[in-house]
């Protein structure tokens, strides 16, 4: 499933608390964005389609609730980002970060850990 930019700002929104009405998404991205409220009706409809989130009726309203989740749509997200700029491999992404000194000695700990981690496996 392809999530936009903009999809996936509304689709933080819905993770963070749900179900919501669509008033309840525009209140919350108020402050974050300058997008007009048809704006964000029209991207949860985009949503709806994609199946990326249920509306359920309330009444004379729509509650929006995630059939996505978040750990699912960064699997999906940070694959396509691997497959279309570093031909899927982990060790160019973390050169380049290297090459152009991203990584804090923090990352780098991490990193380390996580080397010793997976060498460990069977």
Do not use: C
């Amino acid at each position: 499933m392809n999530i936009s930019d903009a999809e996936s700002t509304v689709m933080a929104v819905l993770w963070q608390r749900q179900p919501l009405s669509s008033e309840e998404v525009v209140a919350a991205l108020a402050g974050e964005q300058d997008w007009h409220e048809t704006t964000i009706k029209t991207l949860l409809n985009r949503l709806l389609k994609k199946g990326a989130i249920t509306a359920e009726r309330d009444g004379r309203r729509y509650l929006y609730s995630p059939v996505l989740s978040r750990e699912a749509w960064l699997t999906q997200a940070s694959r396509g980002f691997l497959d279309r700029l570093f031909d899927g491999r982990v060790a160019p992404l973390v050169a380049h970060f290297s090459e152009q000194k991203a990584l804090s000695r923090k990352d780098i700990a991490e990193l380390r850990a996580l080397m010793e981690k997976l060498d460990g496996k069977p």
